[in-house]
């Protein structure tokens, strides 16, 4: 068994571990990254691409934006369609802020680039990745790299580790609470070398169901539909889907799509998740460790970034000041713009979705919501200020 130390172990090296090893290095923290996977099997996995200003802050914090801002899409707004109407949120007039159209996996990548200049010591494919004694001061994490068996002795262990890693899992029943809603829709997607057929997102609720127009760049096009969960991605050719698309976007929109090879295909299920706490002891939890959101409103990312805000911030300030009062405080503070971000998503979730339950009473009640909308700056304010994200 080969044993190090260091003061902060984290599991998973998708956005939030790394994000969390720049920043606590920055600061001169020593921590070390376990990844389960491979450089190459993390890059493919496709992510959703509209970035709020926490996540945009905290890459400029670090000096890793460089590429984000040179391929990076600021946008001043998006669109719900309703049928025939496209109502735009000027999010820019709205709150005086964008947001940012740049791949996810984009981020991850930028990340990943940078680790070996900054010193972040990332062991990838590492194998049965184990946490003990979390409920102390001492905590370890064992894992397998190869045939040789290894041990981080550490101060916390923070799980970034994504829904299915054994972080979570490592909090005791007694303590842990699950919040959860699965929704009856999966969403379709498909990623195409076509330009955008319009200069914004569009989301639109329409009655054969719900389609997504988004881009990766002005020559990288991005399209969801939402679809039963029975349905297989065979079930779906590129015309059909390209079809189906057209006719939920409306003839505007559809009037501008140009088609093309799919370069990847599948199908996600919905669910809105939180767990609670987000702490124990010597265990922290980020992102999709600890919390789900539907897509609709594009949090996933943007969550993870405000977990690790927070989380880096209390453990700086544990190792560099001996304030133990934020690590105390991470999990209260976090969950309390979880939450919120779960609320706005699940509510534009059921604002642009047919739900299979639903009678005329709830499509009517979609239709007066919309049309509220569309008449009200008010109702327009608050769906800006919770889309570029709310204050960290
Ligand atoms: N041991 C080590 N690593 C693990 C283990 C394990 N047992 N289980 C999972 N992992 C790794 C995964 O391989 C993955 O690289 O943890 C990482 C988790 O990354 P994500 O699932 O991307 O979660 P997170 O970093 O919280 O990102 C949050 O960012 O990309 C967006 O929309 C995405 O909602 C997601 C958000
Ligand atoms: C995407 O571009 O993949 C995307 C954009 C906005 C969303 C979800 C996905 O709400």
Redesign the pocket.
């Known amino acids: 068994m080969k044993k190090t130390q260091t003061q902060v172990c984290i ?7 790394l994000l969390l090893g720049h920043l606590l290095r920055a600061e001169g923290v020593d921590c070390v990254v ?4 491979s450089p190459d099997y ?1 890059l493919s ?1 496709i ?2 691409g509209v970035l709020e200003n926490i996540t945009v802050s905290l890459l400029e914090r670090l000096g890793l934006d460089s590429r984000m801002k040179a391929e990076g899409l600021p946008h001043d707004g998006f669109n719900l369609a309703d049928g025939e109407r496209l109502i735009r949120i000027d999010i820019a007039e709205l709150t005086g802020q964008q947001v940012v159209v740049y791949g ?1 996996t984009e981020v ?1 990548r930028d990340l990943m680039d940078a680790r070996e200049e900054r010193g972040l010591e990332v062991v990838y494919e ?1 194998e049965d ?1 184990t946490l003990h004694e979390v409920d102390g001061d001492a905590p370890r994490v064992t894992y397998s790299l190869g045939d040789e068996e290894h041990q981080v002795d550490c101060r916390f262990v923070v799980g ?7 972080s979570r899992k490592s909090v005791p029943a007694s303590v842990g609470k699950e919040y959860l809603r699965e929704y009856p829709f999966g969403w379709l997607g498909i990623l195409a070398d076509v330009p955008p057929c319009n200069h914004e997102l569009i989301y639109a609720n329409h009655e054969r169901g719900f389609a997504l127009a988004s881009m990766r760049s002005e020559t990288r096009s991005r399209y969801y539909i939402d679809v039963p969960l029975t349905d297989k991605v065979e079930e779906w050719p590129d015309d059909r889907l390209w079809d189906e698309l057209a006719i939920r976007l409306g003839p505007e929109a559809a009037a501008n799509i140009t088609r093309g090879p799919a370069l990847e295909k599948s199908i996600a299920p919905l669910r809105s998740y939180v767990f609670a706490p987000m702490r124990h002891r010597s265990l922290l939890l ?4 600890a919390h ?1 959101v539907p897509p609709t409103g594009a949090k ?2 943007n969550l ?1 970034a405000s977990d690790v805000h927070y989380a880096a911030d209390a453990l700086v300030r544990f190792f560099k000041a001996a304030d133990n009062d934020a690590i105390g405080g991470y999990s209260d503070k976090a969950l309390a713009r979880v939450w919120k971000s779960e609320r706005f998503s699940w509510s534009l979730t059921k604002l642009m979705h047919r739900f299979p339950e639903d009678g005329p009473f709830e499509r009517a009640m979609q239709v007066a919501e919309l049309d509220y909308i569309a008449n009200s700056r008010a109702a327009q304010t608050s769906i800006a200020e919770n889309y570029v994200g709310l204050p960290v």
């Not at 599991?11 to 571990?17: E, F, K």
């Open positions: 599991i998973g090296a998708g956005p939030a571990g376990l990844e389960r996977r993390v996995r992510r959703a996810q991850t590492a990745v970034c580790d994504g829904f299915h890693g054994p980020c992102g999709d460790a789900i996933g990312l993870a």
